[in-house]
């Protein structure tokens, strides 16, 4: 049997420790980007640079009195944006801590209603109780998954039901029915039920027959 050289068992070692170093290397280096993006990412940082983006950018031909005469201008208009989507969001928050769009959502999901309905109509409900998109998505998605993965339906499709439920009637207690209606500038509460309310069920509805056709064929 032929003796291996010590200088080659040295150098495999050497080899295995390099790479190993220059691996660890490459990790924390991507780990590090990452980092820094999340950092970037942040609301108040990306705001932040946005801002000073524009200034640099869009406010050369400003001088300083002018870009800070626009500043409070645009303070001025986004302020009362802030407060009342607040607003929204904080009533929002109220009734979902308060826990009746769980326990509803719960109670749907233990009656004989159709499968792919069940998704729908939780998101539906969890929707115009507390507002939320985001969370009516969420809750009817995590409370109908097993259900959806046991009855053999598309899950994919169940995930669309969510989404499309989602949708419905926006109203006082959903932040971005004030940041639309703000935005817009739209004061009546008639006009703007009419504006966002009424266009964001009509939404929903056109949802609910794409949702019942594909399951049709899915």
Known sequence: ?????????????????????????????????????????????AVGLGLIVAILTLGRSLDRHEA?????????????????????????????????????????AKTAIPIIILPL?????????????TVAMTTAASI???????????PILGAVACCVGSLFFGYFNDSYFWVVNRTLGVSEAKDQLRIWSVTSTVAWAVGVVEVLILNIFM
């Open 144 to 154: 109908t998954a097993p259900i959806i993965a046991a009855s053999g339906v598309s």
């Open 68 to 108: 800070l005469t626009e500043m409070e201008k645009g303070m001025a208009s986004a302020g009362i944006i802030m407060l009342v989507t607040g607003g929204g969001g904080a009533l929002g928050q109220i009734i979902k801590d308060s826990g009746l769009g769980t326990f509803m959502a719960e109670g749907l």
């Open 1 to 45: 049997m032929r003796e291996v050289s010590p200088f080659f068992i040295q150098s495999m070692i050497q080899s295995r420790s390099l790479k190993s170093f220059f691996a660890l290397r490459e990790e924390n280096s991507s780990e590090g980007f990452m980092n820094v993006l999340i950092f970037l990412g942040q609301p108040i940082v």
């Open 121 to 133: 109509l939780i998101s539906t409900a969890m929707r115009f109780i507390q507002g939320s998109g």
